[in-house]
């Protein structure tokens, strides 16, 4: 157990809470993620290729303030003593992901046999301090050399990622039983393709629905080549889902957040999940059906062991027809995180509700949640981020009463364990509960760190009893 400083546990003792103790059952889990690209650095050693993140971070006036994640939290270095810090915090869940441009340089072919060796070596560290991993096989970092060869509007970019999946399964199933395919379709071919906000920075709409496509598809294909070589693991994949509110009651309105449900949480909820695209999705990218082939829907609905859910906000939407879309969005009020974005509880009660109701009952886990704030060190070197542990305690709430509400909510896994190389906004946002000095690669727990220690060994006790 981590040593709390004096200050703060004055604090926690104003903060303390039973939300976990009483609410969620002894079996749920909480835990924390992170991402390869925005915590490792050491993008050119142990034989790394260049990801599509990396060429983007080096085009100038693309990242915030010209960050790169070259160096990031030096992760790559510090992996261990990092893990000594979470275990101390008590943390027993971790979602990380493994770099396909680390293990895969050129984008095909046999595994990189260092970047094997560097992540067996963190799984069973994480083992040996009995963290229970969650692997994300893909979390943004497209080998470029796939880029160059269309990136994910290429069809062919999925079946090597089939290959890149079971290759993968075969390296590390031992050691790790759980696995999310892929993490935010939306923002790898929306925000990737389409609104060129994420690499490889494109802004072609057409480019974007046809690398939605074809992400499922490859979901679909990994699921496949990694049940044939490791039966024994348990897999899915995560989606970023928005909670959408029209602006009133005026039935454009209603319309417009329609459209934009479909733009965003439909368009992957839908063929996962029922195996067919909705009409209204199908409405809003019209270039979606000359992508799906035969048989194509039934490989991407294809049965998976939980539901993986990112929820960040809720987006007001108004009907607008000057706009070439037909609506505008706006976040929601309070938009008091640093990124502007809404801290609304009861959006991920609805959202798990909607999911639950409308499309599985599978389990779910929501596999990011959280907040970016300006958080700093303060006079005595401590970050006392009292809006985070806010935040996360009524999200906590929020998340026991859809559990009591009758979803299958079986885990918790907090964004982020360490403040990181936030995409395009740089190290400008910080998520983590352990901030991070960037130029001494200090860490530090933040009063949140420690509030969550809290609660999760209160959460523990419940098993013991
Ligand atoms: C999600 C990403 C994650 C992090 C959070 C803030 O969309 O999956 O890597 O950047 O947003």
Not at 226 to 244: C, E, F, K, S, Y
Request: glycine residues 8%.
């Amino acid at each position: 157990m981590i040593d709390t400083p004096e200050p703060l546990v004055d604090r926690l003792d104003a903060e303390a809470s039973c939300t976990l103790l009483s609410t969620f059952p002894p079996e749920f889990r909480f835990g924390t993620a992170t991402a390869a690209y925005q915590i490792e650095g050491a993008v050119k050693e142990g034989g790394r290729g260049e990801s599509i993140w990396d060429r983007y971070a080096h085009t100038p006036g693309l990242i915030f303030h010209g960050d790169t994640g070259d160096i990031a939290c030096d992760h790559y270095h510090r992996w261990e003593a990092d893990f000594d810090l979470m275990a101390e915090l008590g943390i027993k869940h971790y979602r990380f992901s493994l770099s396909w441009a680390r293990l895969q340089p050129s984008g095909r072919g046999p595994l990189n046999p260092v970047a094997v060796e560097f992540y067996r070596a963190q799984l069973q560290g994480l083992l040996d301090r009995g963290i229970a991993p969650l692997v994300t096989l893909y979390h943004w970092d497209l080998p470029q050399v796939l880029e160059d060869e269309g990136g994910w509007p290429n069809r062919n970019t999925a079946y090597l990622f089939e290959q890149y999946a079971r290759l993968a399964a075969e390296a590390f199933a031992d050691l790790a039983h759980e696995w999310v395919t892929i993490n935010e379709p939306w923002c790898i071919s929306i925000l990737g393709y389409g609104k060129g906000e994420h690499a490889p920075g494109r802004h072609c709409m057409a480019d974007a629905a046809a690398a939605a496509h074809h992400v499922c598809l490859a979901h679909g294909l990994a699921v496949a080549a990694m049940r044939q070589v490791a039966p024994h693991i348990r897999l899915g994949v995560t989606n970023v889902i928005t909670d959408v509110v029209p602006a009133s009651n005026d039935p454009a309105d209603i319309a417009a957040a329609g459209r934009l449900d479909a733009s965003s949480n439909k368009l992957f909820l839908d063929p996962f999940y029922t195996g067919a695209y909705g009409d209204d999705v199908l409405a809003v990218y019209p270039e979606l059906s000359q992508h799906i082939q035969p048989g194509d829907l039934d490989i991407i609905a294809c049965d998976t062991d939980f539901v993986g859910i990112n929820h960040y906000h809720r987006m007001i939407a108004s009907n607008d027809p000057s706009n070439p879309k037909g609506w505008i969005e706006r976040h929601a009020e309070p938009a008091t995180t640093s990124f502007g974005w809404s801290v609304l509880p009861e959006s991920l009660e609805a959202i798990l509700g909607r999911v639950s109701r409308e499309y599985t009952t599978l389990p779910i886990f929501i596999t990011e949640s959280g907040a970016s704030y300006h958080d700093y060190v303060d006079p005595d070197g401590m970050v006392v981020d009292t809006e985070r542990v806010a935040y996360l305690r009524g999200y906590f709430d929020a998340a026991a009463r859809a559990l009591a509400s009758g979803v299958n909510l079986q885990g918790y896994y907090v964004w982020s364990t360490f403040d990181n190389e936030e995409w395009a906004m740089g190290y400008e946002k910080r998520f983590g509960l352990i901030y991070v000095d960037y130029r001494t690669q200090t860490r530090i727990p933040k009063l949140s760190a420690h509030w969550f220690s809290r609660e999760i060994a209160a959460h523990a006790d419940l098993s013991t009893k």
